[in-house]
C-alpha cells in the first residue's frame, strides 16, 4: 500500500483541497458501503433523494452560496447514478 502523503500540519485542514476530496472520496465509499449492507438500491435513493430535497428546502430560505446549492444537486445527480 502507498503511503499516505504527510501534510503540512501548520495549514489548516480546510485550505487543503487534495485532503478534503480524499475525505469525500473516503466517506462516500464507506457511505455506499453502509447502505449496500442495509437497504436496497431503491430505498437507498428514495431515502436519500427525500434528505437531499429536506436540505435543499431548509438551505433556499438562508443565504447558502450557490455553490453549496450545486453541491447538493451534483450529490443527487452522483445518488441516481449510483443507485440506477
Not at 458501503?33 to 436540505?55: D, I, Y
Amino acid at each position: 500500500m502507498k503511503r499516505a502523503r504527510t501534510m503540512n500540519e501548520k495549514q489548516p485542514v480546510n485550505t487543503d483541497m487534495q485532503y478534503l476530496n480524499g475525505r469525500i472520496d473516503a466517506l462516500t465509499a464507506l457511505l455506499l458501503a453502509v447502505a449496500g449492507e442495509t437497504m436496497s438500491r431503491q430505498s437507498f435513493r428514495s431515502a436519500g433523494n427525500t434528505r437531499l430535497e429536506s436540505l435543499e428546502g431548509t438551505l433556499l430560505n438562508t443565504q447558502a452560496s450557490d455553490a453549496h446549492l450545486a453541491a447538493i444537486a451534483h450529490t443527487r445527480e452522483w445518488l441516481n447514478k449510483v443507485t440506477s
